[in-house]
Every structure is written in structure tokens, then in C-alpha cells.
């Protein structure tokens, strides 16, 4: 009978997996990368919600009671929800895995008050840092960082998963850059909401925003986005399932172009980006 709980025991520790939550779905993808059968990580933002007003449901706030560890990356639900969280577990860790990455203004039109959204957009930061796989890099890195802090005896394990990991990421980079490598430098894409900007930098493209924080356009600006997409060629608009796309819908009909669905948000992240890129090689 000892011998039956000592064994018991000896695989709980085993097997006993760090319980993690994240903001979004590919956040699971890169602490799933780092943590293997290590971690356990639930999603706070489902496919086809959005992380700038989402709310949590009952039973995401259960699961939070249950956490260790929470990776949060500055989407904007998580400036009301963060103090929530802790406040139901005082036990837990928030970790901003999107630290040390260098963030830029949320890019976006301006309309009659040019100044005053040029002033939002100084002080409005773009969190979509993921779109872009050197990013990326730096929040594996995030990841591993935390987590070996918290689990100390599998720092192997981590730094295994961590080492062909930021291989993967790299090739990935290098993939995007061939799909790329016809498409003149500065080619426009025009999107609805203007996720992609870390993308366009990496990969030096311009984005072409119908949209900023999540507001449609008013007739006289949505006519001078027209003119500025004629007048740099854009021949597709990328919109996502979480917004509306019926700004982009009456563009896309007076310019005669495509209307191309696309998230940041998809869960396979990598095969999202590569489609993004041939998608904008093919339409330059």
C-alpha cells in the first residue's frame, strides 16, 4: 500500500503541469512551443472575438482561479481585466510576455481632426507585436525567461524547446522573405483595421489603413482613402472576422478590387503569415 502511494505520489510530481492563461490564440502557440507537456494553457479571446472589448465568461474567470501563471502581451482587454484577475487570484503571476519589444504608434488615417488623432496615435501604442516573427523571437525568449523561473527543474526542458523553436521562427522569416522577394519595396496593402504594421517594417511593405481603433471612416475621409489607393495601386483590401468590413466592402466595389479575410488573430499563426505574403506578392 505505501508502495502504491509513493508511486501515486511520484507521477502527480511528474506529470504535474504548470496551469497558464493567455490573452490570446497565438500566445498559445508560442508558450505551447517553449512549455510542451510542461504547461497547460487556456485562451481568454475565441476565435472570432474581439481583444479590444472582449469579456470574460464565468467560467474563463474559474479557470483563473486555478492559474499559476498568466501571460498577458497588451492587447487592450487586459487594461480593465489584468487587476480583475489578480484580484480573484492573489496567488497568480501576470508576465507581459511582449517586454523588451520595441512597440510603435497604432498607425491609422487621420480625418477633419488631423491633430487630434495625431495626438491618440503618439500616445496609442500598436499591440499587435506578433505579426512579426523576430518579434516573436523576443517573446519566446519572454516565455522561457518566465518560466524557468517558476519551474527551475525542467531549465532544460525549456531551453531544448526554446533553442529549435527560434530555428523555426527564423526559417519562417526567411520563407515570408522569398514569397516576398518580387514585390517592390513599399508596396501598399490596405486593411480595415491596422494590425499588420509590424509586419509591413519587417517585411518593408506599407499598410494602408481604412480604419483606427476601431471607428469606420466618415464619407469625406473614406473618399480621400479612395483617391490614395488609386493612387499607390492597391489591388486588395485585408479585413477581419472581429470588425466589420463594410467600409472595405463599398471600397472594394468602387475600386473593382478583392476583399481578403485574414485575422492576427488565427490560431495557425505561421501558415497565416506566409498566406498574407503570397496574397501581397500576388496582388502588387
Excluded at 501571460?71 to 507581459?96: A, M, P, R, Y
Excluded at 509591413?200 to 481603433?213: D, G, T
Excluded at 468590413?245 to 476583399?259: C, F, G, M, T, Y
Amino acid at each position: 500500500m505505501k508502495k502504491l502511494l509513493f508511486l501515486l505520489l511520484f507521477s502527480t510530481l511528474i506529470f504535474a503541469q504548470t496551469n497558464i492563461v493567455v490573452s490570446i490564440l497565438p500566445q498559445k502557440i508560442f508558450v505551447d512551443k517553449i512549455g510542451g507537456d510542461k504547461v497547460h494553457t487556456s485562451v481568454m479571446v475565441q476565435a472570432g472575438d474581439s481583444p479590444h472589448t472582449y469579456e470574460p465568461k464565468p467560467s474563463q474567470m474559474l479557470e483563473i482561479t486555478k492559474a499559476d501563471l498568466y501571460f498577458s502581451i497588451g492587447v487592450e482587454f487586459e487594461k480593465v481585466w489584468l487587476e480583475k484577475f489578480q484580484n480573484q487570484n492573489k496567488h497568480l503571476i501576470i508576465s507581459d510576455i511582449s517586454r523588451d519589444i520595441n512597440k510603435s504608434a497604432m498607425q491609422g488615417h487621420h480625418d477633419d481632426d488631423e491633430e487630434h488623432h495625431a495626438e491618440e496615435n503618439i500616445e496609442s501604442k500598436d499591440p499587435h507585436v506578433w505579426v512579426n516573427p523576430m518579434n516573436v523571437k523576443q517573446i519566446a525568449q519572454n516565455i522561457y525567461e518566465t518560466l524557468i523561473g517558476i519551474d527551475s527543474n525542467n531549465t532544460d526542458y525549456y531551453k531544448a524547446h526554446l533553442t529549435t523553436y527560434l530555428k523555426e521562427l527564423d526559417a519562417l522569416d526567411d520563407e515570408i522573405k522569398t514569397i516576398l522577394k518580387d514585390t517592390p519595396e513599399n508596396t501598399t496593402f490596405m486593411v480595415f483595421h491596422p494590425a499588420w504594421g509590424y509586419f509591413a517594417q519587417r517585411y518593408h511593405l506599407q499598410q494602408l489603413s481604412i480604419e483606427v481603433e476601431g471607428k469606420s471612416p466618415k464619407m469625406k475621409a473614406l473618399i480621400q482613402i479612395m483617391k490614395k489607393a488609386k493612387e499607390q495601386n492597391v489591388r486588395a483590401i485585408f479585413t477581419q472576422p472581429e470588425f466589420s468590413d463594410k467600409s472595405a466592402n463599398l471600397i472594394a466595389q468602387n475600386l473593382h478590387i478583392q476583399v481578403i479575410k485574414t485575422s492576427p488573430l488565427s490560431p495557425n499563426w505561421a501558415e497565416n503569415l506566409k498566406n498574407l505574403a503570397t496574397a501581397i506578392a500576388q496582388k502588387k
